[in-house]
């Protein structure tokens, strides 16, 4: 077994806050206390333990509690943190996640030690956010009642406030999710022990990855070359410029490097590098819910022609092909709709609604020439109406080995449509590029 697996699988787990405690600055409030108690105690389906060290909870040393808890979460300055921090170690508690941030070099290689000592495994400091598990509950976010639906794309941030970006994204969404792991100033467990872990996750197929930097680059590329011929891994990051790396120190204690080094690492790990948090996203809803690209041949199915002309310009541009549809499933298209005319983009014309989609849709999907399609729908300026999305959902069905995307293009076409598919295998897209 994993041994970071009482991160995401503790059967109990201890709360350790203050309920009167005054920072002027820093993530030890109260409020963030009760905030973390109540999504605890709301979705966790194991016990949960509070302490709090000014007594005002039910229990106010670790000693009082009835079992030694498999995970502690403690939300206090790094001084008292530090304190519970060695408790919970001696007891025997296999992990500990610490919520602040604000730790000296000092004080961060006291909780090294203790790693070292006793074997606890240590989630931050600075973390944040914690962990999120879809499977059991487990949420020690201090976003009262937020928690993302279950899937299968693990995330795993060394930024609390990008974890907390991609978390409303995939709450907002409906994107399912398995696992979140907000890494923070990475004292112990890092890049490569959660990398390792996903990898033996069932419930893991996607992982996407937010870092600033790190420390130990050979392992990474090791670890990552093992876990991609498993499950894909999409890395975005931060700190490219010499300015924002700069910042980057300060902000989770990571040396940026260069990202000349960091491409050449991720290109050698095998891992697919994306841009942005949107392209992070997008890429692991695609690899999440459709099948891999077996090759580069592309066909687009469109209502609208500029559209899948910008949609066409996007597949050369990376590195794909426009599919050249074989003589047979040209001809039956031609027949059956005789206006459209046949080359890839396939034009359907405005007025093409359920029918005339699916039925081309399928056809070009068992045409051996085409490796995946995009289909494009666009509603206004056309008769083609939310509903009419589901019939690609179940036409792409029939063809479970070749993938499928819809682009909704624009803003209140693109929600109609995603609320159409949002609970079926095809990804939705608001662009063509």
């Not at 005054?22 to 109260?30: A, L, N, Q, Y």
């Not at 498993?230 to 910042?247: Q, Y």
Request: glycine share 8%; hydrophobic share 40%; proline share 5%.
């Amino acid at each position: 077994m994993n041994e970071v697996h009482s991160l995401f699988e503790p059967n109990s787990v201890i709360l350790i806050g203050s309920s009167k405690i005054k920072e002027k600055v820093g993530m030890t409030s109260p409020r963030l206390f009760e905030s973390i108690i109540h999504n605890m105690t709301k979705f966790f389906e194991g016990k949960t333990y509070v302490l709090d060290v000014d007594g005002k909870k039910k229990y106010k040393t670790l000693e009082e509690l009835p079992e030694t808890p498999d995970l502690a979460v403690i939300i206090l300055p790094p001084k008292l943190s530090l304190q519970q921090s060695q408790l919970c170690a001696k007891i025997g508690i296999k992990a500990l996640v610490a919520i602040t941030g604000g730790y000296k070099k000092s004080q961060r290689q006291q909780l090294r030690r203790l790693r070292e000592e006793y074997g606890i495994r240590i989630l931050g400091p600075n973390t944040i956010m914690g962990v999120i598990n879809t499977a059991n509950g487990l949420n020690t976010t201090f976003e009262r009642d937020v928690m993302p639906k279950k899937g299968n794309i693990s995330i795993i941030s060394q930024s609390g406030g990008v974890g907390a970006c991609l978390l409303d994204w995939a709450c907002f969404y409906g994107i399912g999710v398995s696992k979140f792991a907000f890494m923070g100033a990475k004292i112990d467990i890092n890049d490569v022990d959660l990398l390792r872990y996903f990898s033996e996750d069932p419930e893991t197929e996607v992982i996407g990855l937010y870092m600033e930097g790190i420390e130990n680059g050979r392992e990474f590329i090791e670890t990552a070359r093992k876990v991609v011929k498993k499950k894909p891994i999409l890395v975005l990051k931060g700190g490219i410029t010499k300015e924002a790396a700069r910042r980057a120190v300060s902000h989770t204690a990571s040396m940026a490097g260069s990202d000349v080094v960091f491409d050449a690492a991720f290109r050698k790990a095998g891992v697919i590098r994306v841009g942005d948090i949107e392209e992070l996203f997008n890429a692991a809803i695609a690899l999440a819910k459709q099948p891999p690209l077996r090759g580069d041949n592309i066909a687009i199915v469109s209502n609208v022609g500029g559209p899948a002309i910008l949609a066409a310009d996007a597949v050369v541009r990376n590195g794909l092909k426009l599919a050249m549809l074989s003589e047979k499933v040209k001809k039956e298209i031609e027949q059956r709709y005789p206006g459209v005319e046949v080359i890839n983009p396939i034009d359907l014309i405005a007025d093409a609604r359920t029918e005339r989609y699916s039925t081309v849709l399928d056809l070009v999907l068992s045409d051996p020439n085409v490796d995946g399609v995009m289909v494009i729908n666009m509603l206004k300026s056309c008769f083609f109406e939310p509903k009419d999305a589901v019939a690609i959902a179940e036409t792409a069905k029939k063809h479970p080995d070749k993938p499928v995307m819809d682009v909704a293009a624009g803003g209140e076409d693109f929600m109609l449509v995603y609320e159409m598919l949002r609970n079926t295998n095809i990804p939705v897209y608001n662009l063509p590029e």
